[in-house]
């Protein structure tokens, strides 16, 4: 079973930046892709950033130009810098990874990191 934890979260202030990181417990090219979805208060989980085994990213309208998504390998870690940050950002932010096994697709997640954007 591999697990994935986020760290990073916290409060910051409209217009700041931030980086959340979720480490992994096994190699990265196991999953097809990876990425982070938010849940804000009250509302659905969104996805906002994926990015694929060969290195392609896609971002949510409400995140592209001021969220990037990366990784590095050898870390074993999934990293996402939020530059410009409003409060409507505010939310727990879920890391997540997707692999196909055999024809099955699964889907692993951390367990979320706040994120406040309040002055």
């Known amino acids: 079973q591999v697990s994935l934890v986020e760290s990073g979260g916290g409060l910051v202030q409209p217009g700041g930046s931030l980086k959340v990181s979720c480490t992994i417990s096994?190699?990265?090219?196991?999953?097809?892709?990876m990425g982070w979805y938010r849940q804000p208060p009250g509302q659905q989980r969104e996805l906002i950033a994926t990015?694929?085994?060969?290195?392609?990213?896609v971002y949510a309208d409400s995140v592209q130009g001021r969220f990037t998504v990366s990784r590095d390998n050898a870390k074993m870690t999934l990293y996402l810098q939020m530059n410009s940050l409003k409060p409507d950002d505010t939310a727990v932010y879920y890391c997540?990874?997707?692999?196909?096994?055999?024809?099955?697709?699964?889907?692993?997640w951390g367990q979320g990191t706040q994120v406040t954007v309040s002055s």
């Open positions: 096994d190699d990265l090219s196991r999953f097809a892709a």
């Open positions: 990015i694929t085994r060969n290195g392609n990213t």
């Open positions: 997540y990874g997707a692999e196909l096994v055999r024809g099955v697709k699964y889907k692993y």
